[in-house]
């Protein structure tokens, strides 16, 4: 029986070559909205035609978070499909890296004038981790669910462990997010509806003890092409306001009028011309 379903998903294949968000640019990408009042619901025993779909499904529901967009399950079908003409074996799951790459792809084409990117990130670096959920962005895991850690969430709803394995049941693969203002992890697959576990341990914890896989994977409003520039007009716009922040309190201590309305106009020029233009461009890019 294991034999059998341990593909839901294959291994978190990945290249050198792969986009890794550092911190710095972690830091600029913009919030998103709080998504607990929004997020749909997927989850695979609503459809029929394949139980080894995690990967998929995984995918869809980060994009539909960052997007605010619910796929119908024809669409889902209509991205499963594709992953054959990609090469997929019946009967297996996903490599992570691939299903996430189709799944923008096809939103890419459906949607040209809305496009999204997609980037990795170490799962053993738990501040960048934190850094994304704490701007509510939905992360795309794959791991090794094994006995200890099935236990663990059946136990009392939680993860609450990081036991090394050392005999692993399947492949699986899941979201993380931030949701009641804790970390959490939501399975796509059990039952009829999405399940959700409170994560009590950090992600490198679970990432030594062989559980979570390499990297974690994740659907962004900002395109690789753009990260440096908007990089550069966030150093920029710091830059303004300090400027502004100078002025104002250059303009407190001095009595001189002539010398308090150039700092009053300069500032204004700030405001009115720099920091408009600014933000007009960082609106473009994002």
């Known amino acids: 029986m294991i034999e059998e379903i341990e593909n839901w998903c294959l291994w978190d294949w990945y290249e050198n070559t ?21 997020r749909y619901d997927y989850n695979q ?15 869809v529901w980060a ?16 991205i499963d499909w594709l992953s054959y003409k990609k090469g997929r074996v019946d009967w297996q799951g996903r490599y992570t890296k691939n299903a996430f790459a189709l799944v923008c792809d096809w939103w890419n084409k459906k949607f040209p004038e809305n ?12 501040e960048k981790c934190e850094m994304i959920m704490g701007k509510n962005y939905n992360l795309w895991v794959s791991f090794n669910y094994t006995k200890d850690y099935a236990m663990d969430a059946a136990d009392n709803g939680e993860i609450d462990r990081a036991v090394k394995w050392y005999k692993r049941l399947v492949w699986h693969c899941v979201n993380e997010i931030i949701k009641d203002w804790r970390k959490q992890i939501k399975d796509n697959y059990a039952w009829s509806k999405s399940q959700y576990y409170k994560v009590n341990v950090s992600n490198s914890a679970l990432y030594n003890a062989w559980i979570f896989h390499t990297r974690a994977y994740l659907f962004t409003n900002v395109k690789e092409d753009n990260i440096g520039e908007v990089k550069r007009l966030e150093r920029v716009k710091t830059a303004c306001l ?3 922040e100078y002025n104002s309190q250059l303009w407190h201590e001095t009595n001189d009028k002539t010398l308090q309305k150039k700092l009053h106009d300069t500032n204004e020029w700030i405001r009115n ?14």
């Open 18 to 38: 792969d986009f890794l968000l550092t911190e710095a640019d972690i830091y600029t990408l913009p919030e998103l909205y709080t998504q607990d009042t929004i």
């Open 45 to 59: 025993w609503k459809q029929t035609w394949s139980k080894k779909s995690c990967s998929i499904f995984c995918a």
């Open 63 to 78: 994009m539909s978070d960052l997007k605010n967009y619910q796929f119908s399950l024809d669409e889902i079908y209509e």
């Open 115 to 126: 496009p999204a990117a997609y980037y990795a990130i170490p799962f053993a670096n738990d």
């Open 242 to 244: 300090n400027a502004l």
């Open 273 to 286: 011309n720099n920091l408009k233009y600014i933000e007009e461009n960082l609106n473009k890019l994002r």
